[in-house]
């Protein structure tokens, strides 16, 4: 059994979910994110049923045990945003995500931050996203916001974390997100990763998508994991999201 | 090459993208459909925009030349859907679709004639979906809104069509699409119905999409259609959506 707990479903097909299934995953978590900008806060809140509702009645066929995470990714922020942390506000959710900073403008920051008090007040888990570009600056940014806010350390994975980041994250009681792909992390950076710095805090994942044909990275990882894989494949994946 | 005028893309990631490109598929028309009832008429202008930007581009990634189409499916009809059609009608448009009745409710007739008469209005080519149930029934229903709008032959593809309502269609001047793919059409029947009515106006597709892994059907039957393939599989389609 692996957890593979970033795919974004909605840029896969329905062999792509049998073929993860395939090859071992047997859980993911579902994020999401609209590839343009939208116009409407509207979309969002649309686009969260349908990733409830619909993407979860897929993963089903490729019989996959599916966790929606929903909120507003800093590449997608609507106008009137509002409308949305409200929508968030009054519902219940598995988990936020992704959530983040892309370039750390005044509007991602309002948009993170009050993402991050209503997963405090409700208690959400939350997939924190950190940049290709600019990763160290960016990753400090976000964790000074976390300080600020107080985050509960065991409610947020830091996503992406590559050689760029990883010191700053690795002394911290986070999540360690290792995302393997190309242009992210090779699968034997991943596996030296996890050796230094122990198995307790990392999780793998894919973030599998719209243009990633990547969806066995985490089941090939896993192999070279050995023993370690348990954790970093799986529970830690199902403790972090309460499965 | 070959052109199959009936996918959604939405549904499929870019590995079955560049599957039907492997087979021979250099041309689709990419049909907006969302897969819930939108709560709101945004979610439908954002979508739009997604297909024309966001889906465009990723066919490009696939080589496959990309027509979009646009429109309200009568099964995802938003609350306020006029907000929708005056988006509709003050933008340019490759084409509509899908666009039709499913159970021929006031609602759908309505949102079907004033797409209609958008599509009259801008001269913009439409592919009319036909229901699995009560197709025969719906088909008479759809015909008569045509006729009584005296919506031009050239313009329209009722698509979908199969043994129950074949008759309905054969004696019009209208395109007539025959969708490949389980629960639809078997290729044989496919080639017997052109073989029966002739090339001149038949347009296969696959209706590939968010369920269906049929993305090689256009190019195994027109295999099977020897000579008749061109018109069929690629001349067609591109007449009727002006390639």
Redesign the interface.
Known sequence: MLFDPHVHT???????LKKMRECGITHICDLYF???K???P??L???F??LR??EKF?CS?ADLKMIPAVGIHPRSIPPDYATVLNFLGSNDWDAFGEIGLEIASKEEIDVFEKQLKLAMEKDVPCIIHTPGKNKREITIKTLEILDKLNFPEELAVIDHVNFENLDLVAKRGFWIGLTVQEGKLTKEEAVGIVEEIGEVKCILNSDAG????VLTTVAETAKLLGDKAKKVCFENAKKFLRV
Chains 1, 2 share one sequence.
Not at 10 to 16: A, Q
Not at 210 to 213: H, R, S, T
């Open positions: 909605e840029g896969l097909g329905l062999s792509d609209y590839p343009i939208p116009l409407f509207q979309t809140i649309d686009g049923r349908k509702e619909f897929r066929l719209f243009g990633n044909n």
